[in-house]
């Protein structure tokens, strides 16, 4: 079963930057919807950015202007360019991708933000 691997994740200073990319293990066919998620402790699972078929990215208010959500739509990859980083923003980020049958989910990666 093809998995995704997500990369990137670490500690980072206040206001320092972090990339996280995701790359699935096998070929996935007819995406629809690729996306960064994260759930910090105590807290619910929350998107912070992505695009469906319609082809708009989305994002999560507290992320805008400092997130950059970006795909390499022939390697079926995902990336999360995150600046100034805030210690709010210390989550599990998961990587997710859509297909017409099937959800698939990365295991995560820890983000943390030192103040």
């Known amino acids: 079963q093809v998995q995704l691997v997500e990369s990137g994740g670490g500690l980072v200073q206040a206001g320092g930057s972090l990339r996280l990319s995701c790359a699935p293990s096998?070929?996935?066919?007819?995406?629809?919807?690729m996306a960064w998620y994260r759930q910090a402790p105590g807290k619910q699972r929350e998107l912070v950015a992505g695009i469906s078929s319609g082809g708009s990215t989305n994002y999560a208010d507290s992320v805008k202007g400092r997130f950059t959500f970006s795909r390499d739509n022939a390697k079926n990859t995902v990336y999360l360019q995150m600046n100034s980083l805030k210690s709010e923003d210390t989550a599990v980020y998961y990587c997710y991708l859509k297909s017409l049958w099937h959800d698939y989910w990365g295991r995560g990666t820890q983000v943390t933000v030192s103040s």
């Open positions: 096998g070929s996935i066919f007819s995406i629809n919807t």
